[in-house]
């Protein structure tokens, strides 16, 4: 058994938490981290630990839910991305406690932590999705960018399960923060959540929807239209997304029409064979004729 496995199985034998964070700090990222503490353990790791309590506290799930809230509620970072590992797990038995702790870690102060929440937000909204959708639309409203941002995290990894008839509620879930201000939302939004899971997934409603957003006045909702197509998930739907482009590179917002050229160098590189006759007739057009220089630029 590698020394890592055997240190944790013997912490967790002897229920001694202060053990088996010792046992993952000790395998901290170091100080090159970027974003999260240094002594943070890698996915690997606290997943290993995870299954390891898993399965001694499978005939024992009261004592499973207090080992989670106790490692939620200690001071090591460590602790808070393993408990939320295993935060779904216990979902069932006290379930106003468990999204209270959600939302606590969502607004954590480490950047790894917030992206542990995201993660179980997403389980936790697939595998309960009418009890906890209602939730997750408060969340939406939330004061803090980093809750807001969890909802979007928690949209694209719900997304990804695919069941057919939740892609209008989750695009629903997602109109709000299209609107959104705050940078941290928006670069998880429409490059990230939107192009690689939503779309990818729930094409047709989510071609629908992104047209009513590039139809708004509201220039961070046009952004993030843009934006769909400076990742991935655009490329399969370049004409398409070349069409939404050619509606928003008229905006003189510099925000927008800049997101809309950096989105069009991206999908050209990928498919130039969309793009390259568009931003040519761009190049004739007194309203676009900016954005084609800047996309001639860099493509």
């Not at 080992?67 to 509620?73: A, E, I, P, Q, V």
């Not at 932590?113 to 389980?123: D, S």
């Not at 991935?232 to 590179?249: H, I, N, P, S």
């Not at 925000?255 to 950096?262: G, K, L, Q």
Request: hydrophobic share 45%; proline share 4%; aromatic share 8%.
């Amino acid at each position: 058994m590698p020394t890592l496995e055997r240190e944790l199985a013997i912490a967790i034998e002897h229920e001694d938490l202060d053990a088996l964070i010792a046992a993952l700090a000790k395998r901290g990222s170091g100080t090159a981290a970027i974003g999260a503490d240094p002594g943070t353990a890698k996915v690997p790791e606290i997943i290993l630990a995870a299954k390891l309590i898993r399965s001694e506290f499978k005939p024992r799930p009261a004592a499973l839910f207090d080992w989670t809230k106790r490692l939620l509620t200690q001071a090591d970072f460590n602790g808070h991305m393993l408990g939320l590992v295993l935060l779904s797990d216990v979902y069932t038995r006290k379930p106003k406690s468990v999204l209270q702790l959600l939302q606590r870690h969502a607004d954590s102060s480490n950047w790894a932590v917030r992206e542990y929440a995201g993660t179980c937000a997403g389980r936790i909204l697939d595998l309960h999705f009418a009890e906890v959708y209602p939730v997750m639309q408060d969340w939406s409203q939330h004061k803090s960018e980093n809750v807001r941002r969890l909802v979007v995290i928690a949209a694209m990894e719900a997304a990804k399960a695919n069941h057919p008839k939740r892609g209008a509620q989750l695009l629903k879930l997602l109109d709000p923060l299209m609107a959104d201000e705050s940078r941290y939302v928006r670069v998880n939004l429409g490059a990230f959540a939107v192009s690689l899971a939503l779309l990818k997934n729930y094409p047709e409603l989510t071609l629908k929807w992104l047209h009513k957003h590039a139809n708004r006045k509201n220039e961070f909702a046009r952004w993030n239209v843009a934006m769909v197509w400076s990742a991935v998930g655009g490329r399969k739907y370049a004409a398409e997304g070349m069409e939404l482009l050619d509606q928003l590179a008229t905006d003189e917002r510099r925000f927008v029409w800049r997101a809309v050229a950096s989105a069009a160098v991206k999908l050209g590189k990928a498919r130039p064979d969309v793009v390259k006759p568009i931003v040519k007739q761009w190049r004739a057009d007194p309203q676009r004729k900016q954005v084609a220089e800047v996309v001639n630029r860099y493509l």
